[in-house]
């Protein structure tokens, strides 16, 4: 059994862990899904942040979902991939939280999710809080002397 009877881990504002919306990969909407797939196979990530012109975040896109909508019959479609657009293959229902959240309320949503967008008041996009980096902050916890 963990115990964590500090509040002090939950408690821990999540502002300092954030990845930069610089370095993550993303795609806007309008892109096709030829692009995302690409932007995908070369970062080596499972699903990527959708924007607008205005950095707003939109959805996610993810390889399954793009994947999902070439399948045939028969056999995979390739050849439909440029005339897909991300905005057709999306996931509208994206779990945010803001940068003056906490790791409690990070860990609540990180539960069913490898990473959270995380926006500003106007949707902006900030970047992404990992699960890895939950855990690697929890393990810290655990392990120091208290």
Known sequence: ??????????????????????????????????????????????AVPVLDMKFRLQGLVSTQM???????????????????????????????????????RAMDLLINHNFLCVVDDEHTFVGILTRRVIMKQLKKYLYQPH
């Open 66 to 104: 793009i994947t999902d909508s070439i399948l045939g019959m028969d056999h995979i479609e390739y050849e439909r991939l440029p005339d897909i657009k991300v905005d057709d293959v999306m996931d509208l229902q994206v779990p945010t939280i803001h940068q003056g959240e906490n790791f409690q």
């Open 1 to 46: 059994m963990i115990s964590v009877t500090s509040k002090d881990f939950f408690d821990t504002l999540i502002a300092d862990f954030i990845v930069s919306s610089e370095k993550v990969a993303h795609v806007q909407l309008g892109n096709n899904a030829e692009h995302a797939l690409l932007v995908l196979t070369k970062t080596g990530y499972s």
